[in-house]
């Protein structure tokens, strides 16, 4: 695996890692673990798929640098008791990685994907340490899809918000970038 440039310090960081962590996510945690994270929690609703991948990927890297959390991401009550476990467990929580998306453009879909967001909680003026967010967007940003309107519509609104809030007036309060 060819090793990405990191344009942060990733030593000692408690990363929040929701959505698609099995198959697609894994790689990125693999590298965030090789960057020298200290604790990661990973989120998703394939519960066989995330034991495997905590269990393998602490034997590798050491026990509790991993923790799977069964969650479906989209039930808000669900995401936000599992990041306030983390919360509680760790003390903090620097990085948020929202990977979560679903390719289904009907009503409860759009409505599911518009509630993703972690800026209250980890804005230093909310008394959160600060941190950041990484918001995963879509290919579909760049272009029309008329195959899935409102998928390409979040995620381009996901990445306009990341790029709008990443200006220097917000950005030294709480860095989120759009990938």
Same mark, same amino acid.
């Given at each position: 695996m060819n090793k990405i440039a990191m344009a942060q310090d990733w030593k000692d960081k408690v990363v929040f890692y929701n959505g698609q962590i099995v198959p697609k996510g894994a790689a990125t945690v693999k590298i965030l673990l090789e960057e020298?994270?200290?604790?990661?929690?990973?989120? =998703?609703?394939?519960?066989?798929?995330?034991?495997?991948?905590?269990?393998?990927?602490?034997?590798? %890297?050491?026990?509790?640098?991993?923790?799977?959390?069964?969650?479906? @991401?989209? =039930?808000?009550?669900?995401? !936000?008791n599992s990041f306030h476990a983390v919360?509680?467990?760790?003390?903090?929580?620097?990085? @948020?990685?929202?990977y979560a998306f679903?390719?289904?453009?009907?009503?409860?879909? %759009?409505?599911? !994907?518009?509630?993703?967001?972690f800026v209250k909680f980890m804005s230093k003026e909310n008394g959160g340490?600060?941190?950041?967010?990484?918001?995963?967007?879509?290919?579909?940003t760049l272009f029309q899809s008329?195959?899935?309107?409102?998928?390409?519509?979040?995620?381009?609104a996901i990445s306009m918000f990341s790029n709008c809030i990443g200006v220097s007036k917000y950005s030294s309060k709480l860095p989120v970038p759009a990938h």
């Amino acid at each position: 695996m060819n090793k990405i440039a990191m344009a942060q310090d990733w030593k000692d960081k408690v990363v929040f890692y929701n959505g698609q962590i099995v198959p697609k996510g894994a790689a990125t945690v693999k590298i965030l673990l090789e960057e020298g994270i200290k604790h990661v929690a990973i989120l =998703d609703v394939n519960e066989e798929a995330g034991k495997s991948l905590q269990d393998e990927l602490n034997e590798k %890297y050491g026990d509790n640098r991993v923790k799977f959390i069964k969650c479906d @991401v989209f =039930d808000e009550d669900q995401l !936000m008791n599992s990041f306030h476990a983390v919360l509680e467990e760790q003390g903090y929580i620097d990085v @948020v990685v929202n990977y979560a998306f679903l390719m289904n453009d009907s009503k409860e879909t %759009y409505k599911k !994907m518009i509630n993703l967001n972690f800026v209250k909680f980890m804005s230093k003026e909310n008394g959160g340490s600060g941190g950041t967010i990484i918001n995963f967007t879509s290919i579909l940003t760049l272009f029309q899809s008329e195959l899935l309107p409102i998928y390409s519509a979040t995620k381009s609104a996901i990445s306009m918000f990341s790029n709008c809030i990443g200006v220097s007036k917000y950005s030294s309060k709480l860095p989120v970038p759009a990938h």
